[in-house]
């Protein structure tokens, strides 16, 4: 039976756990971090964006988080942010690697500036698509779109094909022609799989009053019709970083890399070249 995403590489975690992972390309190590919601997985988030970087001379590697896709499901742990962090640092030290920039999305970008945070001699610099980390629950919970994703998450069943592109059309993007039927079997078949703890037990910090440590260069892409995460992470984000750059991204939700994929590749380019 084939798999619904291509199977890439798997490294073994000092804290036992698996992390799957893509791995193409040669030159500076870029780390792509996918979002949680239904099916989430890295190659879905990001399979427009590593040809390019990879032409450009880049090595691109592009995990599954741990909980899922094709990574270690544990049940038996809390997935809180501490946990994302630990295991991309050291899936960077099972495979030799000392620094790396990190490109993340939502969770992702949340993760990413965990592990700036928590280690900084490991990241070179950062791409943010509309990260987490920088609310209260409660302003996360009042999004429309996060309300959606958590009454699928708590229908106690997985969603349908149907259920799953209303989702993501009306939650994720502007432009419903972004949504193509390959994304929605992809994660539809992923849904399945994935671990309901790494959602119910899913805890990211609010990181405002720390983003004044964090000195790598950082571009955040962040849609004007953003439906998960709260504008006011805008000026938070903007404002806190000292060496950052923030582009607004008009007729744009949520997936940023995947609705304005060209301009996206463009810009981490400029980006990876220039600073």
């Not at 903007?238 to 590749?265: A, S």
Request: glycine share 12%; charged share 15%; proline share 7%.
């Amino acid at each position: 039976m084939s798999k619904p995403v291509p199977e890439g590489h798997y490294a073994q975690l000092a804290n036992g756990h698996r992390i799957h992972y893509l791995d193409q390309g040669q030159g500076p190590v870029v780390v792509f971090l996918h979002g949680s919601g239904n099916g989430g997985c890295g190659y879905s988030n990001f399979k427009g964006n590593i040809a390019p970087l990879v032409e450009a001379g880049y090595r691109v590697l592009v995990p599954d988080l741990i909980g899922f896709g094709y990574s270690a499901k544990p049940t038996d742990v809390e997935y809180h942010l501490d946990l994302f962090v630990q295991c991309v640092v050291q899936m960077l030290d099972a495979l030799g690697i000392d620094r790396a920039t990190l490109v993340g999305n939502s969770l992702g970008g949340a993760v990413a500036l965990g592990c700036a945070l928590a280690h900084p001699d490991r990241i070179d610099r950062m791409v943010l698509m509309a990260p987490g980390g920088l609310n209260d629950l409660p302003d996360y919970l009042a999004m429309p779109g996060m309300q959606k994703m958590f009454a699928l998450y708590g229908a106690g069943t997985p969603p349908s094909k149907e259920q799953l592109k209303d989702f993501f059309i009306s939650a994720f993007v502007v432009n419903p022609a972004a949504v193509t039927a390959d994304l929605v079997n992809e994660r539809f078949e992923l849904a399945k799989t994935q671990c309901p703890q790494a959602i119910q037990t899913l805890k990211v910090p609010n990181m405002v009053a720390r983003l004044g440590e964090i000195q790598q260069p950082t571009l955040t892409l962040w849609g004007l019709n953003e439906q998960m995460m709260p504008d006011s992470g805008i000026l938070r984000l903007g404002k806190g970083l000292p060496n950052g750059r923030m582009v607004l991204v008009p007729n744009c939700g949520h997936w940023v890399m995947i609705e304005h994929r060209d301009l996206f590749n463009r810009m981490v380019l400029d980006f990876l070249e220039h600073g």
